[in-house]
């Protein structure tokens, strides 16, 4: 039998890149999937943002375990709302890998050190992120993965594609039934470097 395309030998990305900008197209993703998006042009900008969130949430416990991110928000004034436990946090804020413009999800690793568990035990999940880190493909992602980590690749590799959602027999969709029920992704404005 004769290959249908024999001039493909599979490399080559079926999606083509649309024309705008990756921001763009990843906030159009993601905020359709129910996720709540911010762009901010810098760190003071993004921090003045999550403490509206905070304050208008009434959020006291938020979990956070990775260590830059814990010192930019205890610079800011945020050091009372950390708390150890995840199982009973308000919200927890992490890093990711990388952004994936394409389908909106948020690529994250046990390689940082949020762990395996804050983006999906929490009831909300913040992701703080920069412009640098978004790619357009899922395979854009893994490759980025790869040169970083070398022969060490993370034991977990994971997408979150906006809050978690399931549905019945009947299609009855019910959000946050095994994961976060909001996902919030801050981008902000870095140059690559």
Partial sequence: MPVPFPQSEGKESIFQQPADEPAIEFADRFTKLQGRFSYCLDEQ?????????????????????????????????????????????????????YLIARTGSIVLSSGLQSGRTASVYAPVHICIAYTDQLVYDIKDAINALKENYKDHLPSLITLATGPSRTADIEKTLVVGVHGPKEVFCFLIERDKV
């Fill in 45 to 97: 900008e993004m921090l003045q943002q999550l403490k509206v969130l905070i304050e208008a949430r009434k959020w006291k416990k938020l979990f956070c375990r990775e260590t830059n991110t814990q010192k930019m928000l205890v610079a800011n004034g945020l050091e009372n709302s950390f708390y150890p436990e995840l199982n009973d946090c308000d919200a927890s804020v992490t890093g990711c890998e």
